[in-house]
C-alpha cells in the first residue's frame, strides 16, 4: 500500500493549475499567453518564476476563486494519500484583487473544509508576507493576522526573493505574530546562503525554515538545526527546477538528514515546477534512495512540526503509525 503523506511548503496560488488559471483568465477576459504555454507555466530563472507567480495570482479575483483554488488543491493532496497540508496564504496577493483579509481567510478556509468532509484530508493556512514588499508591508500583514485570529490559521511565514532586505528588518512583523501565538517560518537558505538561515533563527525566532537546504554550507549551523531541532522545509524538485542545485546527485536532502537535521518533503509551487507531492516522494526514494521507513520519518517529522492544535496531531500521527 503506498505511503501516507504530509505536506508543510506549498504556497497557494503556486499551487493553482493552468487548467485552472485558464479557466479564470477567460471568465476575467486576462491573456495569460506571456506565462502558459501548451498547458504548462514557463519561465526562465527566479525573478521571471516571481513574476509568472504574481501574473497567475492575478486571476484570483473573488473569495470565490480562492475557496475554487484551494479546494482543488487539497482535493488533488488527499488523492496523492496526503493526510495533511498546509498551504502559505498571501493576503497581499489577494489585496492586489480586492479581496480583504477575512473574506480571503474564510474562503480558504471553506475550500478547505469542503475537501476534508469529502475525503477527511486535514488542513491549516499560514499567512505570509512577501520579502520584497518590505518590512512594512510586512509589518501590516502580521499585525492584520493578529488583529482578526482564526483557528485556521496557524501560523506566519515570508517569502519572495530573499535577496533583498536585511532580514533583521522583519523582526518587529515576526514578534507581532509571535505574541499573536502562531507558529512561524521563514524562506531562507534557498537563494542566499547560511547565513540567511541564521538570520532568522537570530532575528526571527522561526521554529521552521522553508527550504533551508543551504544550510549545508556551514557544518556549525547544521548542529544548531539539529540541537535546536529546527525544521527544514525541503522542496527537492523546486531547487532543481530553480535552478538551486545541477541535479539531484548534488543535491544536500540525504547529507542533511545524515547530519540529523530535521528534513521533510514538499511541493513548493507543483505545477510551476512540473512536479506533485507524489513525485517528490517519488524521488525520495528513487534519485535519493531513501527506504519506506526513513520516508516515513519524514512525514512524522513534519506532522510534529505542523502548526497544529495536540489532538489533531495526535490523530494524524496515529493513522500514520497505524498505516501499513
Ligand atoms: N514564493 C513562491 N515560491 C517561492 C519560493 N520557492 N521561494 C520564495 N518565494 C516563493
Ligand atoms: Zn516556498
Request: glycine share 8%; proline share 4%.
Amino acid at each position: 500500500m503506498s505511503l501516507l503523506k504530509a505536506e508543510i511548503h506549498c504556497h497557494i496560488e503556486g499551487a493553482a493549475d493552468p487548467d485552472l488559471v485558464l479557466r479564470l483568465a477567460q471568465k476575467y477576459d486576462l491573456d495569460m499567453g506571456s506565462i502558459i504555454k501548451d498547458g504548462k507555466y514557463v519561465w526562465s530563472d527566479f525573478t521571471t518564476f516571481l513574476k509568472a507567480y504574481d501574473r497567475a495570482s492575478s486571476v484570483f479575483r473573488t473569495p470565490d476563486d480562492y475557496r475554487l483554488l484551494t479546494y482543488d488543491y487539497f482535493s488533488k493532496l488527499a488523492d496523492q494519500n496526503c493526510i495533511y497540508g498546509e498551504i502559505f496564504g498571501s493576503s497581499d496577493h489577494a489585496a492586489l484583487m480586492g479581496i480583504g483579509y477575512n473574506d480571503l481567510v474564510e474562503a480558504m478556509a471553506a475550500g478547505i473544509e469542503d475537501a476534508k468532509v469529502q475525503t477527511g484530508i486535514e488542513g491549516r493556512i499560514i499567512m505570509t508576507c512577501v520579502r520584497h514588499l518590505g518590512p512594512e508591508s510586512a509589518l501590516a500583514v502580521a499585525e492584520t493576522i493578529a488583529e482578526n485570529p482564526h483557528p485556521m490559521v496557524t501560523g506566519f511565514g515570508m517569502g519572495g526573493d530573499e535577496r533583498i532586505f536585511d532580514v533583521s528588518e522583519f523582526a518587529p512583523a515576526y514578534a507581532v505574530a509571535a505574541d499573536a501565538g502562531l507558529g512561524l517560518t521563514a524562506h531562507a537558505g534557498e537563494f542566499a546562503g547560511a547565513q540567511s538561515v541564521r538570520d532568522c533563527l537570530d532575528h526571527l525566532g522561526v521554529m521552521r525554515i522553508g527550504h533551508g537546504v543551504r544550510s549545508i554550507e556551514d557544518p556549525e549551523l547544521m548542529a544548531r538545526l539539529r540541537d535546536e531541532n529546527i525544521v527544514l522545509e525541503v522542496c527537492p524538485g523546486s531547487n532543481i527546477s530553480l535552478g538551486v542545485y545541477d541535479s539531484f546527485e548534488t543535491h544536500p536532502l540525504r547529507m542533511l538528514h545524515e547530519a540529523g537535521v530535521p528534513v521533510t518533503i514538499n511541493s513548493d509551487d507543483p505545477p510551476f515546477f512540473h512536479t506533485t507531492l507524489n513525485r517528490e516522494y517519488d524521488l525520495a526514494a528513487n534519485a535519493f534512495g531513501f527506504d519506506d521507513e526513513t520516508i516515513n520519518t519524514f512525514t512524522r517529522t513534519a506532522l510534529e512540526a505542523a502548526f497544529l492544535d495536540e489532538p489533531t496531531r495526535s490523530k494524524l500521527l496515529k493513522r500514520l503509525e497505524t498505516h501499513s
